[in-house]
C-alpha cells in the first residue's frame, strides 16, 4: 500500500515538474494571447528583467488642441462596409488610439482593461523603428561608419556565421539572406528558438550563430526580428552604450519625453536588450516619437535624426522594397519597407512602424499627422486586421485634413 502510494505521489509530482516545464518553455504563448495579453502588454516589467530610458528633468508635455477631433463620426470601408472607428475599436481590440496633428493632441482615447495615459504598452517590432532612428543618430554622429560596413567589424563573435559578410544596410532593408521567413507559428522556427533563449534564459547569440544563409545578402527581402536584434547589438559596441542608455541620452531626454520607458532585457546574461522588440513606452511619447519623425527629425528647431535619414525611412526606390513587392518574405501585400519602417506608397507615402498583436505608429508627413493604436489582437499577425486598420487610419487623416481646412 505504501508502495502504490509513493508511486502515485512519484506521479503526481512528476506530472506537475513536466507541466511547470511546458509552462516555463511555453510562457510566451501564454502571455501573449486573449485575454491575458492586454495584462501583459502594459505590464512587461513585471515579466521581465528591464532597463529604464530615463525622460529628462523638465519634460514637455504634448499640447491638446482645443479643437478635438470628433473620431466617433468617422467612416471606413473595408471588404464592402463601411465601419465607424469605435466598430475598429471592437474589432481589433484597440487598448489606446491617440491622433496628433503638427504636434498638438486631436484625440486620445483608451478602450483597454490596463491601458491608461501612463500605461506603457509593449511595442513589439515598433522597437525596429526606433532602433533605425538611433542608428541614424550614431552615423551622424560619426559612432558608426557607415551602413557599408560589415556587421562582423563590430560583432566579432558573429565571424563564421551566416551574417559574416552582411552589412548594416543588409539589415536595414531585411535582406541579409540570414533564416527563413518568421513563422511564429510554428514551433522550431528560428524565431521561437530566439523566443526561448530571450524568456527562459538560453543562448542568443549560439540560435543566432546557428541560423544558416539561405540566399545572397541584399537580393531579396526576408522580415526579420533577429537582423534587428544584430543591429542593436551594432549599435551597442559602436557607442560604447546600451540601448537605453543611448535611446535616453540621443533621444528620449533631448525630444522632451513625458515619461520614462524601459526595454525588457533576455533573462539570460549578459542580459541585452532586444532591438528588435522589446521597447515600453506611453501611448503620448510614442506619438512624440512620430511627431518628430513627421517634421523631418526635427523637435522645435533641434534636428534630432538627420532629415536625410528621415527620407530614407518613407521609401525605398529599390522595386523589390516597394508595396506589393514583399510577398513571400514575410510581408503583408498592401506594405512596402524601407529602413526598418513599412511603406504604404501612394502619392501622401505616408509609412508607419508595426509590431505584432496590432501596434500602429501612423505617420502622414504632408499633413503632420501621427496616430498611435495599440491593440491585443491573439494572433501575432493577422493580415485582415491589419488591412482593416490602415483603411481606418488613413480615413482619420483624411478627416483630419479635411477639419484643418476649414
Not at 21 to 29: E, L, T
Not at 129 to 135: D, E, H, K, P, Y
Not at 223 to 242: F, K, P, Q
Request: glycine share 10%; aromatic share 8%.
Amino acid at each position: 500500500m505504501r508502495t502504490s502510494r509513493a508511486l502515485g505521489l512519484a506521479a503526481t509530482l512528476g506530472a506537475a515538474v513536466a507541466g511547470a516545464a511546458w509552462i516555463w518553455r511555453h510562457q510566451g504563448d501564454i502571455a501573449f494571447s486573449r485575454p491575458v495579453n492586454e495584462w501583459t502588454f502594459t505590464h512587461m516589467d513585471r515579466v521581465m528583467p528591464t532597463e529604464t530610458v530615463h525622460r529628462p528633468a523638465a519634460p514637455s508635455p504634448l499640447n491638446t488642441s482645443r479643437t478635438p477631433l470628433g473620431v466617433a463620426g468617422i467612416r471606413y470601408e473595408f471588404d464592402g462596409r463601411r465601419y465607424s472607428i469605435p466598430e475598429l475599436h471592437q474589432r481589433t481590440h484597440t487598448t489606446a488610439f491617440l491622433v496628433a496633428h503638427r504636434g498638438e493632441i486631436v484625440h486620445e482615447s483608451y478602450p483597454g482593461r490596463f491601458a491608461s495615459p501612463t500605461a506603457k504598452f509593449q511595442l513589439f517590432s515598433l522597437t525596429k523603428s526606433v532602433t533605425s532612428m538611433l542608428v541614424g543618430i550614431a552615423l551622424e554622429r560619426g559612432e558608426i561608419g557607415a551602413i557599408t560596413d560589415d556587421v562582423i567589424d563590430y560583432v566579432p563573435s558573429l565571424k563564421g556565421s551566416g551574417y559574416d559578410g552582411v552589412t548594416l544596410e543588409h539589415l536595414l532593408n531585411m535582406s541579409s539572406g540570414v533564416g527563413g521567413v518568421e513563422a511564429w507559428t510554428v514551433p522550431d522556427a528560428p524565431i521561437k528558438q530566439f523566443e526561448e533563449a530571450v524568456t527562459t534564459g538560453g543562448s542568443v547569440l549560439d540560435v543566432i550563430r546557428a541560423l544558416p544563409r539561405l540566399r545572397e545578402p541584399g537580393t531579396a527581402f526576408n522580415y526579420s526580428t533577429i537582423d534587428t536584434h544584430v543591429i542593436g547589438w551594432v549599435l551597442e559596441a559602436a557607442t560604447g552604450h546600451t540601448l537605453a542608455q543611448y535611446a535616453t541620452e540621443r533621444l528620449w531626454r533631448p525630444m522632451g519625453a513625458e515619461s520614462d520607458a524601459f526595454y525588457f532585457l533576455t533573462r539570460g546574461k549578459p542580459r541585452t536588450a532586444l532591438g528588435g522588440g522589446s521597447l515600453n513606452a506611453t501611448v503620448r511619447d510614442l506619438a512624440r516619437v512620430g511627431a518628430m519623425m513627421a517634421a523631418g527629425g526635427r523637435v522645435g528647431d533641434t534636428q534630432l535624426v538627420p532629415e536625410a535619414w528621415v527620407s530614407r525611412s518613407r521609401g525605398s526606390d529599390l522595386p523589390q522594397f516597394q508595396a506589393g513587392a514583399l510577398l513571400g518574405g514575410g510581408g503583408a501585400a498592401h506594405y512596402g519597407y524601407s529602413n526598418q519602417w513599412w511603406t504604404v506608397g501612394g502619392e501622401r507615402r505616408a509609412y508607419t512602424g508595426l509590431g505584432v498583436h496590432g501596434q500602429f505608429l501612423w505617420i502622414d508627413p504632408d499633413s503632420e499627422t501621427v496616430i498611435v493604436k495599440t491593440s491585443a489582437w491573439n494572433d501575432p499577425d493577422d493580415d485582415a486586421r491589419d488591412a482593416e486598420t490602415c483603411a481606418a487610419l488613413a480615413a482619420v487623416v483624411a478627416a483630419v485634413v479635411e477639419s484643418a481646412e476649414r
